[in-house]
């Protein structure tokens, strides 16, 4: 088995390497965490190994316990690499947009948004695989645990936030490209019992604020809003912002990149 050189992993992933730091430093200042970060984090190699056995202790159930789990995760995360190379970016992402996150190792550990995007891509990878069963399996546990219930087979690119994360629906046929933030409460959703492609696009960049419901096989442009609440049942633009139910068009998104200012005021001009 090949040797892990840990100094030249640290120097090559500066994500890893500042989680591990804060780590470290609460080892120190938080004594009573110190079996914690161990166990979470300074106890692995790589972050990936890290990220592996996050999922399983929080995935376990009496059915499925953590060392069954454990392999199942890696196995999907050797599989695509892609799922390790998303999860930094949603870290950075929350450290980015979220005004209370202070590190990368506080939604790493901490955040349910961060963990139900994790179990998605595994789930998602598994699916792809053909293990449908254990990747509804999956399902199931994030939904329970996490309140987030997105199908394996939904399309969720980089870089991605759900704040807070409490009651997010992504359905089968939805697509969320890189960039996007959801909050709680967010629905992408069938508009009944239609089958085929019968769930949002939302494309790279856009907001979409807390317990808006968008419904049925359309588009959120690039780089739009969705103001808290609304009701979205027709395509949206391109840069503006919408709101209301349903949800019609007030004005400019407000800024180039509304995903990442999380600015959720909304005037008459948008």
Same mark, same amino acid.
């Given at each position: 088995m090949a040797q892990v050189d840990t100094g030249s992993s640290l120097r090559l992933d500066p994500i890893w390497s500042a989680m591990r730091e804060d780590a470290t430093e609460i080892t120190r200042t938080e004594p009573a965490l110190a079996s914690f970060a161990y166990s979470s984090v300074l106890n692995h190699h790589r972050f990936e190994d890290a990220l592996t056995f996050l999922l399983s202790h929080k995935l376990e159930s009496p059915e499925m316990g953590a060392l069954t789990l454990s392999p199942i995760i890696a196995e999907a995360i050797e599989q695509d690499p892609v799922i390790a190379t998303a999860a930094r970016a949603d870290l950075s992402a929350t450290f980015e947009r979220d005004a209370a996150c202070t590190s990368y190792l506080e939604p790493f550990l901490f955040f349910k948004g961060f963990h139900a995007l994790q179990a998605h891509r595994v789930a998602h990878t598994l699916w792809n695989h053909n293990r449908r069963f254990l990747a509804k399996f999956l399902q199931s546990r994030a939904s329970e645990v996490f309140g987030v219930d997105s199908h394996p087979a939904a399309q969720i690119g980089q870089g991605i936030m759900i704040d807070h994360a409490t009651g997010v629906v992504i359905g089968e046929t939805a697509i969320v490209e890189d960039g996007v933030s959801l909050l709680q409460g967010v629905t992408l959703g069938g508009t009944g019992k239609e089958s085929g492609n019968r769930h949002p696009k939302?494309?790279?960049?856009?907001?979409?604020?807390?317990?808006?419901?968008?419904?049925?096989?359309?588009?959120?442009?690039?780089?739009?809003?969705?103001?808290?609440?609304? &009701?979205? !049942?027709?395509? $949206? /633009?391109?840069? &503006?912002? !919408?709101?209301? $139910? /349903?949800?019609? &068009?007030?004005?400019?998104?407000?800024?180039?990149?509304p995903a990442i200012t999380m600015d959720q005021t909304f005037s008459a001009d948008g």
């Open positions: 939302v494309r790279q960049g856009a907001m979409i604020g807390a317990g808006a419901k968008i419904l049925g096989n359309i588009e959120i442009g690039s780089f739009s809003r969705v103001g808290a609440g609304s &009701v979205v !049942v027709k395509d $949206v /633009p391109p840069c &503006v912002t !919408v709101v209301g $139910v /349903p949800a019609r &068009v007030v004005g400019e998104a407000g800024c180039d990149h």
